[in-house]
């Protein structure tokens, strides 16, 4: 197993047939429930004649760094499709993915073991053509800018490639940016020298 967490950069597809049986796996990134429901539902439509649409999922809470994880049988018997996409998923350490293995069931039964074997490899194959890249943890901090100089400390949260997630004008200037965990101590410093100590930095506040 990894010594980090990884993430998928580009989605992986593969296909194997096992006993006339055929399974379709994607591996997709997913950050979110939401995005999670959607894909397997875009699955459900692009396969509406597949027997199972089995799915497993892991993600990492950019706050709190808990990994959370969820996987379906859709229909297979017990601890023999869902489990094994969910092992093939954390043997690379990959958060924020989803991998979903539709099957089409032609005529043969594979037994326990034959199924867990053809959708644990089928997710192996899936995740293996994604573009895969190790996760950076992140923080999110909060900002605060005198008015006369947020265009300079825009332009370098832009020279330096953070993510702004938000910009709050109601007291004063705020963004909200994503910050890599190593860069937190170092951005702190070179925003405090560009402005002249004026700019705060704090850790965001949680929204629910």
């Known amino acids: 197993m990894s010594a ?13 047939i096992v006993r006339k049986s055929r399974f379709l796996g994607s591996a997709q990134p997913c950050t979110s429930a939401a995005e999670a429901t959607a894909q397997l539902d875009a699955a459900r439509r692009a396969h509406p004649k597949a027997t199972h649409h089995v799915f497993a999922w892991r993600r990492c809470d950019p706050q709190t760094q808990a990994v959370t994880c969820r996987f379906s ?3 297979e018997p017990g601890g023999t499709a869902g489990r094994p996409v969910l092992q093939a998923i954390e043997t690379q350490s990959l958060v924020g993915v989803q991998v979903i293995v539709v099957r089409y069931f032609g005529g043969i039964k594979l037994g326990s073991g034959g199924l867990v074997r053809a959708y644990g490899e089928t997710a192996a194959r899936a995740i293996a053509a994604a573009e895969i890249r190790p996760l950076i943890a992140t923080r999110i901090v909060a900002v605060e800018v005198p008015f006369e100089q947020l265009s300079a400390v825009e332009r370098w949260v832009s020279r330096e490639g953070l ?12 963004l909200r940016l994503e910050v890599p965990v190593a860069r937190l101590e170092a951005m702190a410093r ?9 700019a705060r930095t704090r850790p965001d506040e949680p929204t629910g």
Do not use: C, K, Y
Not at 4 to 16: C, F, H, K, M, P
Not at 163 to 174: E, Q
């Open 4 to 16: 980090s967490n990884q993430r998928i950069v580009t989605a992986g597809d593969a296909e194997l």
């Open 73 to 75: 049988d859709d229909g």
């Open 163 to 174: 993510t702004v997630l938000g910009r709050d004008f109601a007291a004063g200037a705020i």
């Open 190 to 198: 070179e925003l405090a020298d560009l402005t002249g100590g004026t």
